[in-house]
């Protein structure tokens, strides 16, 4: 029932949207040229490989991310709507509207067994761990977020993390730091 729910919301979204996603898409073409996609390959249910889609935020050639982000990076990144081309990704199937969020290829070998549970469903545009402080959570933290989410998953809570989400937009701060493992 939740993929059904997902393919035909992100539908519904991306329809009622369109005109606005063209808009933004122009002003992400004017104000940092081609691409205007970010494509990079993500873990998702099961670990499998999928191609994650978000607006660009950041001018592409040398330097730190922090050079390459430009003001209106700044803008979608604070605001989400860097995020929405994930839409594609939850009518696709690769992702769901809430779940994990997908982190990047690299860390799969770096999980615990029990951080490798989140892999067990779909990921997510946003979660449990994004309601309750996003990059500013411990990795640690973030892990018994998601694995907390895998075992408790139901309707009423997917609504309540939607319906949080909305409210705490911009209170992810910095981006968070890689992922090195479980050492010591």
């Given at each position: 029932m939740k993929r059904f729910l997902d393919a035909m919301f992100a539908c519904f979204l991306l329809v009622i949207l369109c005109p606005f996603l063209l808009c933004l898409m122009l002003v992400v073409g004017l104000g940092l040229g081609r691409p205007l996609f970010f494509r990079q390959r993500r873990p998702g249910k099961n670990g499998e490989i999928f191609e994650l889609l978000k607006f660009r935020?950041?001018?592409?050639?040398?330097?730190?991310?922090?050079?390459?982000?430009?003001?209106?990076?700044?803008?979608?990144?604070?605001s989400g709507l860097d995020e929405l081309p994930e839409l594609w990704n939850i009518l696709k199937g690769d992702m769901s509207f809430v779940g994990p969020r997908p982190l990047l290829v690299e860390y799969l070998p770096r999980y615990d067994p029990t951080q490798?549970?989140?892999?067990?469903?779909?990921?997510g545009l946003t979660g449990w761990a994004q309601i309750h402080g996003r990059n500013r959570l411990s990795w640690s933290e973030k892990f018994q977020m998601d694995v907390w989410y895998v075992d408790h998953a139901t309707f009423l809570l997917d609504m309540k993390i939607l319906l949080l989400t909305f409210s705490r937009l911009r209170s992810g701060g910095d981006p968070a730091e890689p992922f090195t493992g479980n050492a010591p």
């Open positions: 935020t950041m001018r592409t050639g040398p330097g730190s991310d922090a050079e390459r982000m430009t003001r209106l990076g700044k803008f979608l990144r604070d490798a549970r989140r892999h067990e469903v779909r990921p």
